[in-house]
């Protein structure tokens, strides 16, 4: 029997269950994260609009650039002002 | 046998001369117990030898030189001496007149316990290396090579097997304490220890000499102005390129001539090897999970090349970037590929510059500005148009910056037939394909060619994504 060393960080990956779908977002409020993606804001501004049109409350949020991930504060920011988010990943 | 009660105690071993020497005296100490390294009949004329043929006692005894006398009492080592010394044998043992027909003093031999290779193998079988990963257990019905192939270690090619062993002898290549922590790894922004990266180091073929140049590359890439997770992350071809500059190039025996970014080179090839590896063990980061990119480029296997200094009559990149002269540095770039810059008939500087700026414009696209940091791989017969002309580095940067303006007119979106391109604000102005300070110039190649390189970056170039990191090699 060979022993080798384990090259990597030996650790279990943590797997968070995800939060319950609200049955409705009526009431809710909808955080809109735009990444700093080239139109990702095309894509975004027409969401909020739609929304809006249902009477649901948005907020908006930015990265400064989609190089790094958001920082702390933003996250913690987003976390604390809105219940749901949606985020557009790509161009 | 054990190492006796109360007594002397002799490690000896027949391929010493200074051993053979002091046979004689040997058999002059009644009671002695003499353990031969490497013959079990030697030294045939003294009854109390013992063949340590696992060369356990001896490593317990931390002999390093042989012969070593040592003296017991009460069950403890009070007393020792090694190679051939009359007064000092005569104190250890208590013993007049020692060898008289032999010579005062002669110098001992290197013991075969501390040998490379089978020092490293008793301090496994010792449990004494000091090394906390976690040990894997490979049948002994398994291949090791598929083993780490099924525990998705691999980059997709066949790995060296880390043994205890080999970490032992990789972590020998640096004076750096194993569990001192380099860098945080992302993805999963792990901790990566000198220990860690040493195995990995293993596993891409490095010698324990490339390590501090790996520490080193490892280091440069987990700086926060990198941005190794957006590196990595990207949808774009970049991974990390390592250019290496100082003594430790020659030392360790890179290339930085013929074929210098190719196929060929252990130390550059393995050292950018290590880089990639540590990012996908210890950071987790793999291709189609968050490594995301469209089409990557074969220098995400390794991408590691040394400046060719002596060659150059220009400052090392490493000094232009900070380092003292004479200093070891690894810069990594976030970088792709390699675009050929082809011009066998400029024998002008301007003339070559020119055909430079035109190939850079290509980046991405031509209808692209501003692209990303690039940089230039100049060849020797490219490099020599400048040095005949007198040009300095900082002339080449200045033309390069300059001659690759463009005309915003033929970069609006839909210029020439084509969709992509600028805004419409761009017409009538002249647009910048790098942001200053995004160029590197870098000398290397073989001596015939009149053929250069350009190595392309992240469009998240700087500040807003990734800039170059220059880390002095330590020991």
């Given at each position: 029997m060979t022993a080798l060393?384990?090259?990597?960080?030996?650790r279990s990956p943590s797997i968070r269950?995800?939060?319950?779908?609200?049955?409705?977002?009526?009431?809710?409020?909808?955080?809109?994260?735009?990444?700093?993606?080239?139109?990702?804001?095309?894509?975004?501004?027409?969401?909020?609009?739609?929304?809006?049109?249902?009477?649901?409350?948005?907020?908006?949020?930015m990265k400064p650039t989609m190089a790094r991930p958001a920082p702390l504060a933003l996250r913690q920011q987003i976390g604390t002002e809105v219940q749901l988010v949606i985020q557009g990943l790509a161009d | 046998m054990d190492a006796p009660h109360d007594g002397l105690v002799v490690v000896v071993k027949q391929d010493c001369p200074t051993c053979v020497l002091t046979v004689p005296v040997l058999a002059e100490l009644a009671g002695l117990v003499v353990y031969s390294q490497d013959d079990p009949d030697f030294p045939a004329e003294v009854a109390g030898r013992v063949y340590d043929s696992e060369l356990d006692a001896s490593h317990r005894l931390r002999v390093e030189i042989v012969?070593?006398?040592?003296?017991?009492?009460?069950?403890?080592?009070?007393?020792?001496?090694?190679?051939?010394?009359?007064?000092?044998?005569?104190?250890?043992?208590?013993?007049?007149?020692?060898?008289?027909?032999?010579?005062?003093?002669?110098?001992?031999?290197?013991?075969?316990n501390v040998e490379p290779g089978i020092l490293e193998r008793l301090k496994v079988r010792h449990g004494e290396t000091g090394i906390i990963a976690r040990r894997v257990a490979i049948g002994s019905g398994e291949d090791e090579i598929e083993a780490m192939f099924e525990r998705g270690w691999?980059?997709?090619?066949?790995?060296?097997?880390?043994?205890?062993?080999?970490?032992?002898?990789?972590?020998?290549?640096?004076?750096?304490d194993p569990q001192e922590v380099v860098g945080?790894?992302?993805?999963?922004?792990?901790?990566?220890?000198?220990?860690?990266?040493?195995?990995?180091?293993?596993?891409?073929?490095?010698?324990?000499?490339?390590?501090?140049?790996?520490?080193?590359?490892?280091?440069?890439?987990?700086a926060e102005p990198f941005a190794m997770h957006g590196v990595l992350a990207t949808t774009m071809y970049v991974g990390p390129v390592v250019v290496v500059n100082g003594p430790v190039r020659r030392q360790i025996g890179m290339n930085a001539r013929g074929n210098a970014l190719g196929q060929g080179n252990r130390a550059n090839a393995t050292i950018g090897r290590a880089v990639q590896l540590v990012i996908r063990n210890i950071g987790g980061g793999r291709p189609q999970e968050v490594d995301r990119a469209t089409l990557g480029n074969p220098g995400k296997y390794t991408y590691c090349f040394a400046e060719d200094e002596e060659?150059?009559?220009?400052?090392?990149?490493?000094?232009?970037?900070?380092?003292?002269?004479?200093?070891?540095?690894?810069?990594?770039?976030?970088?792709?590929?390699?675009?050929?810059?082809?011009?066998?008939?400029?024998?002008?500087?301007?003339?070559?510059?020119?055909?430079?700026?035109?190939?850079?414009?290509?980046i991405y696209n031509i209808k692209l500005a501003p692209a990303c940091d690039a940089m230039v791989v100049i060849s020797p017969e490219h490099e020599r148009t400048y040095r005949e002309a007198g040009w300095s580095k900082q002339q080449v940067y200045d033309a390069l910056y300059r001659l690759t303006e463009m005309d915003g007119d033929d970069l609006v979106a839909g210029a020439h037939g084509i969709a992509e391109g600028g805004p419409a604000s761009y017409a009538g102005?002249?647009?910048?394909?790098?942001?200053?300070?995004?160029?590197?110039?870098?000398?290397?190649?073989?001596?015939a060619g009149m053929f250069s390189g350009i190595i392309g970056g992240w469009s998240a170039s700087g500040e807003r994504g990734s800039a170059p990191v220059t880390k002095e090699v330590k020991g």
């Open positions: 060393l384990d090259p990597t960080a030996e269950p995800r939060l319950a779908r609200p049955p409705t977002i009526d009431g809710l409020t909808v955080g809109i994260v735009d990444i700093s993606k080239a139109r990702g804001d095309v894509f975004l501004d027409r969401l909020d609009v739609r929304l809006q049109e249902r009477g649901i409350a948005t907020r908006r949020y | 012969p070593t006398l040592i003296r017991f009492a009460g069950g403890l080592e009070v007393d020792r001496t090694y190679g051939w010394d009359r007064v000092e044998w005569e104190r250890v043992s208590g013993r007049a007149g020692l060898g008289a027909g032999l010579p005062a003093m002669r110098p001992g031999c290197g013991a075969k691999s980059d997709g090619l066949p790995l060296v097997p880390p043994t205890e062993e080999r970490v032992l002898r990789m972590l020998g290549g640096t004076a750096r945080v790894v992302p993805s999963d922004l792990v901790e990566a220890t000198v220990e860690k990266i040493a195995i990995n180091a293993v596993m891409a073929g490095c010698k324990p000499e490339y390590l501090p140049v790996v520490l080193a590359a490892v280091e440069a890439v987990l060659g150059s009559c220009w400052e090392p990149l490493s000094v232009e970037r900070g380092i003292a002269p004479g200093k070891s540095a690894v810069t990594v770039f976030a970088g792709y590929g390699l675009q050929g810059v082809v011009d066998q008939k400029s024998r002008e500087p301007e003339s070559l510059t020119r055909s430079f700026a035109e190939c850079m414009k290509a102005r002249k647009i910048a394909k790098f942001r200053q300070g995004g160029l590197m110039i870098v000398r290397a190649g073989g001596g």
